[in-house]
């Protein structure tokens, strides 16, 4: 696979979850688009699931659908305008999860999914087949082909598809861990290590720490070719004044023992000067005091306004996380 460029702008790297990623990434996207740059997207594939004969992926098609601007803006996930028709006859037939719903749509770009894999093509095909039917001005990749599911493990050892402690349980049962089965062996998808190998600037955006980053970087390979790239990585934190924005990244963060703060966030991924994966950090104005921790890491603290709460701020954070790496 050949890595997207324009030749003239910036070539950039995100690496992103879901819905914060996404957002975040819409905000990029316009703005190396603006500069005439590149754009390589690394998602993660860690939520994917089977389901009702399906392959689903919940953080690939958010991302596809934030870039493409069909997403639902208002649940922050799924398509505009959906509707339920068909999840409503699966769960009459009882097939699926009854407490999982599925738009029409969206059941289309999984069927879509399911039939390219059925003939063969391999995950990182598929997306390129599902992203060539929109102007997404990025070049979409999985962090990898292999099927690296994470689940969560309960004390008394019970293990859980990650979808149904978050979405059912809501998180509130309280795991042991977090599991990612294969993913030591799992060789990033064809065109990531060559894309962060070729970039301007690699951006962690404000996603999951734990299951959306953490799976990307556990793949044997990225973060190597993360710490080891010529061009500065800046991360932005997803955590403000000591909250996720939204969802229950805290859960997570509690049970990888990472303190739910921006500054904890940073030593998680930790600098690259000492076997992390950054050099920059993006932290809220709420949390200007936590600057010095930051800095105590080894990694530059930048205070920046982090809300997403429309798309000028999301365009601004886009202009500041590239501000921070010299671009
Ligand atoms: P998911 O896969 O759908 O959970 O989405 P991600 O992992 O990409 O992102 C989830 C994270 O995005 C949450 O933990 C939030 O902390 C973060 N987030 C959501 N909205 C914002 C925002 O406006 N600003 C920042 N800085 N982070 C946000
Ligand atoms: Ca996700």
């Not at 939204?246 to 997570?252: E, F, I, K, S, Y």
Request: one cysteine or more.
């Amino acid at each position: 696979m050949t890595v997207a460029t324009s030749g003239r702008g910036p070539r950039v790297v995100v690496l992103a979850g879901g819905v914060g990623g996404s957002t975040f990434t819409a905000g990029v996207r316009d703005e190396v688009a603006a500069r005439a740059g590149a754009l390589t997207v690394v998602c993660n594939t860690g939520d994917d699931l089977w389901l009702s004969g399906l392959r689903i992926q919940p953080d690939v098609d958010s991302m596809l659908y934030a870039l493409a601007d069909v997403k639902d803006r208002i649940r922050g996930w799924g398509r505009a305008g959906d509707s339920t028709r068909v999840s409503a006859e699966l769960h009459a037939w009882g097939v699926g999860w009854d407490w999982f719903e599925l738009g029409d749509l969206d059941l289309g770009a999984h069927i879509a999914r399911t039939s390219w894999l059925r003939e063969g093509l391999t995950p990182t095909e598929v997306l390129a087949r599902l992203q060539a039917r929109w102007q997404l001005g990025a070049t979409l990749l999985p962090m990898t082909d292999a099927e690296v599911d994470t689940h969560v493990v309960l004390p008394d050892g019970t293990r859980l598809h990650f979808q149904e402690w978050w979405t059912r349980h809501r998180a509130r049962l309280e795991p042991e861990g977090f599991e990612n089965a294969g993913i030591d062996t799992a060789p990033p998808a064809s065109g990531v290590v060559e894309a962060i190998r070729a970039a301007d600037a690699v951006l962690i955006a404000p996603s999951n720490p734990i299951v959306s980053i953490g799976p990307i970087l556990a793949v044997p390979g990225i973060a190597q070719a993360v710490r080891e790239s010529t061009a500065p990585v800046v991360g932005v934190s997803p955590i403000i004044g000591g909250a996720p924005v939204r969802g229950m990244a805290d859960v997570c963060l509690r049970v990888a023992g990472v303190p739910c703060t921006a500054a904890g966030v940073a030593g998680q991924y930790g600098s690259r000067a000492h076997d992390g994966v950054l050099d920059h950090w993006l932290i809220g104005e709420e949390d200007a005091a936590e600057c010095d921790t930051v800095a105590a890491t080894g990694v530059v603290a930048h205070v920046e306004p982090l809300w997403m709460s429309d798309a000028a701020r999301t365009r601004a954070l886009a202009v500041a996380a590239l501000r921070a790496a010299g671009i």
